[in-house]
């Protein structure tokens, strides 16, 4: 049960980190000055930036889903 909860909490710091990665990056992506000039910086920029932060948020959900199975099976031996 402890791995669960650990696991839960886990998931959260993922996806929500993930997420803020993916909003920081589109916005550093469309703000900053110097890739105002450079158009192809800032596509590779935003290309590896929002898909590292949306790997990372995928995992935390998948792990999320895991824990979720992994409470509720947990509940049901316990009732049995």
Not at 35 to 59: C, H, K, M, P, W
Not at 62 to 73: D, M, N, P, Q, R
Request: charged residues 15%; aromatic residues 18%.
């Amino acid at each position: 049960m402890f791995f669960t909860r650990m696991g839960f909490v886990f998931a959260h710091l993922f996806f929500w980190y993930g997420l803020f990665g993916v909003a920081f990056a589109i916005y550093q992506g469309l703000n900053h000055p110097d890739f105002a000039d450079n158009q192809g910086a800032a596509t590779a920029y935003l290309i590896s930036e929002v898909g590292e932060g949306l790997t990372r948020a995928v995992f935390g959900l998948a792990l999320g889903v895991l824990c979720e199975i992994s409470s509720k099976k947990h509940k049901a031996d316990q009732q049995a």
